[in-house]
């Protein structure tokens, strides 16, 4: 079946260090979502992508679509403390479920 | 306007006792979603509903698992008799259709002794 694979599955960081999040996906995806969830918590959405080749801002993180729709990243600028957590991408697995990517899980050294 | 709602947020039992976890989806999403998570396998999908119908149960780990969605505010996930491998948090989330965004829950954090 469909498969979402992240990498890395892990990545420690010194605050002010830039982390990118790297998502490949088995098939051509219809739209790319990310989603962060803190230590303790639940995920929440973040952002969703549609477009071949698309890209998006919020603040410090910059999300991409590749052209193909089989692979995204997500890039976080100048870490903070506050960004400590793990980052999901989620594909669609036809109309009705997500698939979700394993997590990255980032630490940040203050 | 209320999120997923999701009780209890924690449960401590013993092995072989019933568990029941509830879930309030956001009104006016059709579908509901049961997750869990563990450090092991990461985020599984047990079982989605769409319009309170289960679509999709192959999630379910063992027929000690089952899900129902009475109504399109409630609901529940139970497990019996429980283990301590059940031992997880798990997650409730709806979203408006199966392949947008979801909204999930606080979570059930679930330990069997």
């Known amino acids: 079946g469909q498969q979402v694979m992240q990498i890395p599955q892990y990545q420690h960081v010194q605050e002010g260090e830039d982390f990118t999040t790297y998502c490949n996906s088995s098939?051509?995806?219809?739209?790319i979502q990310w989603y962060k969830q803190r230590p303790g918590g639940h995920p929440v959405f973040l952002i969703q992508l549609v477009k071949s080749g698309e890209v998006k801002k919020q603040k410090r993180l910059t999300f991409q679509f590749g052209e193909a729709k089989k692979n995204s990243s997500l890039h976080i600028t100048a870490t903070q403390t506050t960004d400590v957590g793990t980052y999901f991408c989620?594909?669609?697995?036809?109309?009705?479920?997500?698939?979700f990517g394993q997590g990255t899980r980032l630490t940040i050294n203050p | 306007d209320a999120g997923v709602i999701q009780s209890p947020r924690h449960e401590v039992t013993e092995m072989g006792q019933e568990v029941t976890l509830r879930c309030k989806p956001i009104?006016?999403?059709?579908?509901l979603f049961w997750y869990r998570q563990t450090m092991m396998r990461g985020l599984e999908l047990l079982i989605y509903f769409n319009n309170n119908v289960p679509i999709d149960d192959s999630g379910m780990p063992e027929d000690r698992f089952s899900a129902k969605m009475p109504n399109a505010s409630f609901s529940t996930l139970k497990i019996q008799p429980s283990e301590p491998r059940d031992s997880a948090v798990y997650f409730c989330a709806s979203s408006f259709l199966g392949n947008q965004p979801q909204h999930f829950g606080d979570g059930t954090r679930l330990s069997i002794l």
């Open positions: 098939t051509t995806l219809s739209n």
């Open positions: 009104s006016g999403h059709d579908y």
């Open positions: 989620a594909g669609p697995q036809g109309a009705q479920k997500l698939v």
